[in-house]
């Protein structure tokens, strides 16, 4: 059966955890919307790990569009009660350094602890967090049509017409292609850069598994030197030189009762060629025997699906958008699973998106220009990922260079996160979009603390170092100590937390510490700590009276 009519304002290509979240925004307010996919749910994903920042656009999404069901997701203990019971906690960023046929050195670890004023983030189950998201979809009036394969996509000055391998054929006024690599629309207007422009390389092998035993039952290490949190207690990233494995429990919340691991590994392929003569369960074995630590950690585990192995993992576009359609996140390019960011963009690119497209939809006018700044977010988002990412690379085969690019990393999550935080709280008292909008006035677009330029120059003075060192022009402790040069003299980092001292290698900052933060922000010359400050700092003092007043009336 087929038919002419452009029947759908947007067509959405992948079901998954963008085409699902981005269907039900634009369903929940007024679209017409068709979610369709080659595949069906539920269905096996990695990308598990969430992090602040990811919650806060989450939460703005719910809060700005009306969706509440997102909220759901937003709390470790709300996921598991709500959705399903099979979600883990992460209460941390968790690294320690390995060498081949050595005990981990404990003073070569480092940890970093969300902060509860943060958020309590998890460890998402996507066959079922996925799934949920597709339910909330339908349920806001997205039409699907699932284990539909496009055959031929034609792009017209009035729409968009897709034709499926069964014949069916569905038009719309927007397309979006949010179906990840395999993407339709990028074979069919030749966008993948090849070579891909990234810098960082890197290939995976990973799968679920049952009976990995937590790092803190495995690694020798006496209680002084063990961190603030259990290792079990958040994602862990075993390192070793130009590669790193996960280890991501599903089973450390108290109501989950899901057994499985999320585990894998991320290497170099050219220190680490993928071999011809063996299979990935097998190398992934062999990995693991170099490091001995490791190795206990997955003494008797067993894999519980087939072991994927990849290629380079590293992929680009030379577009993202054009009139009447757009190759939204993983359909657009995707560096490396290291420090989670991958959800987290996807969030921030829907939100950029959505207000565009209901535009575009009410004024019937699909011009390029329009989606100007989703083109440039995309390609930001994966472009600074990758000088962090392939700093962190680098850095790996000397603990103090990685140090630094760890103290760099982390000290700018926090006002990244709040700058979103701000917005949503002015929100949701005022009611004024354009807190939103304001969001995307910024120098550097796409980067986790975007309208700091402090904070790029300390990100630009890491990279330099870090080229320099991977050239041999300096050595490993003269780039660290640039680095940490850079990074005692830089005003965009707080003197709380720990990432001034070298000595504080489990950041664990607490409800005080988060409140010294705000006021020292608060003091700051430079205008985006300033207002981070102050804004946090008049939240704080509205939500103590709120509470006085409460506790009055009872």
């Known amino acids: 059966m087929t038919t002419d009519r452009p029947n759908y304002d947007v067509v959405i290509l992948g079901s998954g955890i963008a085409g699902s979240t981005l269907g039900a925004v634009l369903a929940r307010n007024g679209a017409k919307v068709l979610l369709a996919d080659a595949a069906t749910h539920p269905r096996f994903a990695v990308g598990e790990s969430m992090i602040p920042q990811l919650i806060a656009w989450l939460q703005v999404l719910a809060a700005r569009y ?329 850095a790996f085969s000397h603990f103090r260079l990685w140090d630094a690019v760890f103290r760099v990393w982390g000290s700018g999550n926090t006002p990244g996160t709040l700058r979103i935080n701000n917005a949503l709280r002015s929100f949701r008292r005022d009611g004024d979009v354009s807190v939103f909008e304001s969001l995307e006035k910024v120098p550097h677009t796409g980067l986790w603390w975007p309208d700091s330029d402090a904070f790029k120059a300390l990100l630009d003075g890491m990279a330099k170092a870090c080229a320099e060192y991977e050239s041999n022009v300096i050595d490993g402790d003269t780039a660290a100590d640039r680095i940490l040069g850079l990074i005692r003299e830089s005003e965009a980092v707080s003197p709380g937390f720990g990432w001034k001292d070298v000595n504080q290698r489990f950041i664990h900052p607490d409800r005080r510490q988060v409140m010294d933060f705000l006021t020292w922000a608060a003091a700051s010359p430079l205008p985006e700590l300033n207002t981070i400050g102050r804004e946090g700092l008049d939240a704080l003092r509205a939500a103590r009276a709120a509470s006085a007043v409460e506790a009055q009336s009872r």
């Open 66 to 394: 009306d969706v509440p069901e997102f909220e759901a997701l937003a709390d470790a203990d709300t996921i598991n009660e709500q959705v399903s019971n099979t979600f883990g906690r992460k209460r941390h960023f968790g690294f320690m350094l390995h060498r081949p046929g050595q005990e981990p050195d404990p003073a070569e670890s480092h940890q970093f602890v969300i902060p509860d004023a943060l958020t309590s983030a998890s460890h998402l189950f996507r066959q079922d967090s996925d799934a949920y998201l597709f339910r909330v979809a339908v349920q806001h009036g997205c039409d699907t049509r699932q284990q539909w394969r496009v055959r031929d996509i034609d792009l017209g000055a009035d729409g968009v017409t897709l034709t499926g391998t069964d014949g069916h054929v569905v038009r719309g006024r927007y397309l979006v292609d949010a179906s990840g690599f395999r993407s339709p629309l990028s074979d069919k207007l030749d966008l993948r850069e090849e070579p891909a422009r990234f810098q960082h390389h890197s290939r995976s092998l990973f799968t679920h598994m049952v009976g990995v035993r937590p790092f803190d039952d495995v690694v020798d290490c006496p209680e002084e030197s063990r961190p603030p949190v259990a290792w079990h207690e958040g994602t862990m990233h075993h390192l070793f030189e130009r590669g790193w494995f996960w280890v991501i429990p599903f089973d450390n919340h108290e109501l989950s009762r899901n057994p499985l691991c999320s585990v894998g590994v991320t290497l170099d392929p050219r220190l680490y060629p993928k071999p011809e003569d063996i299979g990935p369960e097998e190398e992934f074995a062999q990995l693991v025997q170099r490091f001995p630590a490791v190795e206990r950690q997955f003494a008797g585990a067993r894999k519980v699906r087939e072991w994927v192995s990849t290629g380079r993992l590293q992929f680009s576009s030379s577009r993202t958008v054009g009139r009447r359609w757009c190759l939204m996140s993983h359909a657009a390019g995707f560096l490396d699973p290291l420090y989670s960011r991958g959800m987290s963009n996807t969030f921030e690119i829907i939100h950029a998106l959505v207000p565009r497209i209901l535009g575009a939809l009410a004024d019937d006018d699909f011009d390029e220009e329009r989606f100007r700044y989703v083109e440039e977010l995309e390609q930001g988002l994966l472009d600074h990922n990758d000088t962090l990412v392939n700093c962190s690379f680098i």
